[in-house]
């Protein structure tokens, strides 16, 4: 069965650098999304991705945020310098236009520890 | 706006008895999707049950049952004979009847099943 695919499973980052997080969804799926868990705490939305640009966002997803599908497969979320609080997990999701209750595939996360 | 509450923060019962987790949830829309998604200790968040806004019509799937009242927006969900297994956070979430929209999450459930 499809799934999607997240890489690294845990990144561990010093405060001020960059990182790169990669989803790879489905491959029949339009919709990419991102959803951030800081630990112990219910699961956010950051931002949702279609046709090549951003569809929709949350306040989260601020300046220092990027997506980008850079081929085919890849869907990668960008924190440009990263914070003590970006620590949380965060989890790829995809969907496909046509279901009929949008329903979202979600990857297994990645951990992200920033120290 | 959309808003999903989860009132109980942590549930604990022993093993073969009932459990009943509640969600009480906010939209404007009149067509809306509801889920539950299980987060075991592993992190990953594993799809469950799904209901959309004019099927009110409530079942049962092996040892899940979920009970949909639109008329008090609940969408309770219910696990009968409890196993040690399906200890883990459970979340309800929401989403709205348009393409690619988002999954707002209530702040889950911890359920505690014990032997």
């Known amino acids: 069965e499809p799934e999607v695919t997240q890489t690294p499973s845990h990144q561990v980052t010093q405060m001020g650098q960059e990182v790169i997080l990669r989803c790879v969804p489905i491959?029949?799926?339009?919709?990419f999304y991102w959803y951030r868990q800081i630990l112990g705490q219910k699961v956010e939305f950051l931002v949702s991705?279609?046709?090549?640009?951003?569809?929709?966002k949350s306040e989260i997803f601020d300046d220092q945020f990027s997506v980008e599908r850079p081929d085919g497969s890849n869907f990668t979320l960008k924190i440009r310098s990263t914070k003590l609080e970006d620590s949380a997990m965060y989890f790829c999701?995809?969907?496909?236009?046509?279901?009929?209750?949008?329903?979202?595939?979600f990857g297994p996360g990645t951990r992200l520890t920033v120290l | 706006a959309q808003k999903v509450t989860q009132a109980q923060t942590e549930i604990s019962v022993v093993e073969k008895e009932d459990v009943t987790l509640d969600c009480v949830y906010e939209?404007?829309?009149?067509?809306?999707?509801l889920f539950w998604y299980k987060q075991p200790p592993s992190g990953e968040l594993v799809f469950l049950i799904r209901?959309?806004?004019?099927?009110?019509q409530n079942e049962i799937s092996g040892r899940y049952s979920w009970n949909f009242q639109k008329s008090t927006s609940s969408f309770n969900f219910t696990i009968t004979a409890s196993q040690v297994v399906d200890s883990a956070v459970y979340f309800c979430?929401?989403?709205?009847?348009?393409?690619?929209?988002?999954?707002?999450f209530g702040g889950g459930t911890r359920v505690l099943v014990k032997p």
């Open positions: 491959s029949n799926h339009l919709y």
């Open positions: 991705f279609y046709n090549n640009e951003i569809s929709e």
């Open positions: 999701a995809s969907s496909v236009p046509w279901d009929h209750y949008n329903e979202q595939f």
């Open positions: 939209t404007r829309d009149t067509t809306y999707y």
């Open positions: 209901r959309n806004s004019f099927d009110e």
């Open positions: 979430a929401l989403s709205h009847s348009r393409e690619g929209n988002k999954l707002t």
